[in-house]
C-alpha cells in the first residue's frame, strides 16, 4: 500500500501547517497532537494524509521515532505527487506554484520578472472577485485599471503568478482613496460608522461626507513580515481619514494571500 503514493524528494521546505479537507477554510500547525487529534493513521500507523491550505493539493504527514533528546518523535508534512488514490487528486500546477513551501520570502521586490502581465487576458471578472475578497470593497473597472497602472511594478514582486497577482497587486499599489466608494464588509461599515469624524455609510453601501470639512478616507496595504511558523504571506490592510494633514486609523485587519483559479484567460509563457 504505502508504494501507492510518493513523496516530492527535493529543495522545498517542508510544510508546516495543514488543512483536514480541501474545502476546509481552518488549518492546524503540524505538531504531533494536531495530528492525532484532527486525521486518522492511512496505510500505516505512522502515515497521515491532509491538505495544504493555500493550494488545496493533498499532503502526507511522517511521524518517525527520533534519538533527538528534546523529543522522541520527528514529524514533517510534503505534498503528494502522485496517488493511485482516485479521492486523492492532484493539480500538478497548483501544486507547483505552492507558495507553502517557498525557499525565501514572498513578495518583496526582486530585479527580474517573476510574472509577464498581458493585461488583455486578465479575466476582469475574476480580479473584481478577488480584489473585492481581499479589501472588503466593490472595485469598479475604473478602479481595477486604476491599479493595474499605479501598481504596474507588481510583475516585479517575488513569487507573483497567475494565482496569487492581485495580492501582489495591491501591494504594489499602496493605496487607494474610499471616498464614495461602495462597501460590501460589515465590519469596515461599522468602523466607519463607529470611528470616522468625517464619513459615514448610508443604505446603499457609499462611503460618503458626514461633515462639511472635506476630508479623504484612504485604504492602505502593506506586506507583513513573514510568519515563520507557516510561511505564508498576508498584508496588513490600514483604513485612515486625512484632515489638513491629521490622520486618523479607523479601522484594520490582515490577510493572508490566497490561490484564485480563472485569473488569466490562458497560461503565461513566463513567470
Given at each position: 500500500?504505502e508504494s501507492?503514493?510518493?513523496?516530492?524528494?527535493?529543495c522545498y521546505?517542508?510544510?508546516k501547517?495543514?488543512a483536514?479537507n480541501?474545502?476546509?477554510k481552518?488549518?492546524?500547525?503540524?505538531?504531533l497532537h494536531?495530528?492525532?487529534?484532527?486525521?486518522?493513521?492511512?496505510?500505516?500507523?505512522?502515515?497521515?494524509?491532509?491538505f495544504c491550505?493555500?493550494?488545496?493539493?493533498?499532503i502526507v504527514?511522517?511521524?518517525?521515532h527520533s534519538h533527538?533528546?528534546?523529543?522522541?518523535w520527528?514529524i514533517?508534512?510534503?505534498?503528494?505527487?502522485r496517488?493511485?488514490?482516485?479521492?486523492?487528486?492532484?493539480?500538478?500546477?497548483?501544486e507547483?506554484?505552492?507558495?507553502?513551501?517557498?525557499?525565501?520570502v514572498s513578495?518583496?521586490?526582486?530585479?527580474?520578472?517573476s510574472?509577464?502581465?498581458?493585461e488583455?487576458?486578465?479575466?476582469k471578472?475574476?480580479?473584481?472577485?478577488?480584489?473585492s475578497?481581499?479589501?472588503?470593497?466593490?472595485?469598479?473597472k475604473?478602479?481595477?485599471?486604476?491599479?493595474?497602472?499605479?501598481?504596474k511594478?507588481?510583475?516585479f514582486l517575488?513569487?507573483?503568478d497567475?494565482y496569487?497577482?492581485p495580492?501582489?497587486?495591491?501591494i504594489?499599489?499602496k493605496?487607494i482613496?474610499?471616498?464614495y466608494?461602495?462597501?460590501a464588509s460589515?465590519?469596515?461599515i461599522?468602523?466607519?460608522?463607529?470611528?470616522?469624524?468625517y464619513?459615514?455609510?448610508?443604505e446603499?453601501?457609499?462611503?460618503?461626507?458626514?461633515?462639511?470639512k472635506?476630508?479623504?478616507?484612504?485604504?492602505?496595504?502593506?506586506?507583513?513580515?513573514?510568519?515563520?511558523?507557516?510561511?505564508?504571506?498576508?498584508?496588513?490592510?490600514?483604513i485612515?481619514e486625512?484632515h489638513?494633514?491629521?490622520a486618523?486609523?479607523i479601522y484594520?485587519?490582515?490577510?493572508y494571500?490566497k490561490l484564485?483559479?480563472?485569473l488569466?484567460?490562458?497560461?503565461?509563457?513566463?513567470?
Amino acid at each position: 500500500m504505502e508504494s501507492d503514493t510518493l513523496i516530492r524528494r527535493d529543495c522545498y521546505r517542508f510544510m508546516k501547517i495543514f488543512a483536514t479537507n480541501p474545502r476546509a477554510k481552518n488549518w492546524h500547525y503540524l505538531n504531533l497532537h494536531n495530528v492525532k487529534q484532527h486525521l486518522k493513521p492511512t496505510y500505516s500507523n505512522s502515515r497521515y494524509i491532509a491538505f495544504c491550505p493555500y493550494c488545496k493539493n493533498p499532503i502526507v504527514i511522517m511521524i518517525k521515532h527520533s534519538h533527538s533528546a528534546k523529543s522522541c518523535w520527528s514529524i514533517y508534512a510534503r505534498h503528494l505527487v502522485r496517488s493511485r488514490n482516485s479521492f486523492l487528486k492532484i493539480n500538478d500546477d497548483t501544486e507547483k506554484h505552492c507558495l507553502l513551501r517557498a525557499s525565501n520570502v514572498s513578495f518583496v521586490p526582486c530585479l527580474t520578472k517573476s510574472f509577464d502581465c498581458n493585461e488583455a487576458l486578465i479575466n476582469k471578472y475574476n480580479l473584481q472577485k478577488t480584489l473585492s475578497f481581499y479589501t472588503g470593497i466593490y472595485f469598479s473597472k475604473k478602479l481595477i485599471t486604476y491599479c493595474l497602472r499605479k501598481g504596474k511594478d507588481f510583475v516585479f514582486l517575488r513569487h507573483t503568478d497567475k494565482y496569487n497577482f492581485p495580492f501582489a497587486l495591491l501591494i504594489a499599489t499602496k493605496a487607494i482613496c474610499l471616498n464614495y466608494r461602495k462597501v460590501a464588509s460589515p465590519n469596515i461599515i461599522n468602523a466607519v460608522r463607529k470611528n470616522s469624524t468625517y464619513f459615514d455609510v448610508f443604505e446603499d453601501n457609499q462611503i460618503s461626507y458626514c461633515s462639511s470639512k472635506k476630508a479623504t478616507l484612504w485604504m492602505s496595504f502593506r506586506l507583513l513580515s513573514q510568519d515563520r511558523k507557516n510561511n505564508w504571506p498576508r498584508m496588513q490592510i490600514l483604513i485612515k481619514e486625512i484632515h489638513a494633514g491629521d490622520a486618523h486609523v479607523i479601522y484594520s485587519f490582515n490577510v493572508y494571500c490566497k490561490l484564485s483559479r480563472n485569473l488569466v484567460q490562458q497560461d503565461f509563457r513566463k513567470e
